[in-house]
């Protein structure tokens, strides 16, 4: 397929919180220079406690976040019991490694929260796997990065949290034309799982900001 003629996403922002994860999105899906759609979901709940987020090629991602759902449910199902972040990610990356010849045009951030607590892992084409603090991936990362580095904090709460992921995303949908329309947030914590806010929760948090 033409690269011009590829559907793609961006922009994604990661964050580990002292009590969880936070994950969040624009919905912009593009086709070249055209906005080919305007509610791209970019979020995926791969199991009560983990959750992904996805840029580049659409359908790559899709395909990609079916698979590993399958997989850690396949793992739950043979160890009556879940698996752990690390694990899900050391998977997501053999996959990826494993299609390196015809690889998975995207990047993925994998996190959530286990036993040994919260963790982010970020997700290359040809399957590197790096663990870190926050995490932006897409065309809009350098903006998003800049937000990133002047307010985030791993002293930080999943509230607090949300408010500096919802700030990187709106300046990059200011200056990335490639990202844009709304923003999508989900949060996992101990307590409540993987938690995708409601376009209400969303807009209020933005208006607080503001």
């Known amino acids: 397929m033409n690269d011009e003629n590829r559907l793609k996403g961006t922009t994604t922002v990661g964050l580990t919180c002292k009590d969880g994860v936070v994950f969040a999105t624009e919905t912009r899906a593009t086709m070249g220079n055209l906005i080919a759609h305007k509610v791209a979901d970019k979020i995926f709940k791969i199991d009560d406690h983990i959750g992904t987020t996805i840029a580049g090629a659409v359908s790559d991602a899709q395909g990609l976040m079916k698979y590993i759902r399958a997989e850690v449910a396949l793992f739950r199902l043979r160890n009556g019991k879940r698996i752990n972040v690390e694990a899900a990610a050391t ?18 951030l994998l996190g959530g929260v286990d036993d040994k ?27 998003a990065y800049g937000v990133l580095e002047d307010r985030y904090s791993a002293d930080l709460y999943v509230e607090e949290g949300v408010d500096v992921a919802i700030r990187a995303i709106k300046s990059a949908m200011e200056r990335d034309a490639y990202s844009g329309n709304s923003i999508l947030v989900a949060t996992i914590t101990q307590e409540e799982g993987f938690k995708k806010l409601s376009e209400e929760e969303v807009k209020q948090k933005i208006k607080e900001i503001n």
């Open 91 to 108: 998977l997501t990356s053999n996959i990826l490694h494993s299609s390196r010849g015809y690889p998975f045009y995207v990047q993925t």
């Open 117 to 143: 607590g919260p963790a982010l892992y970020s997700l290359d084409p040809t399957g590197g796997v790096i663990k870190d603090l926050m995490i932006s991936t897409g065309s809009g990362s350098p903006v």
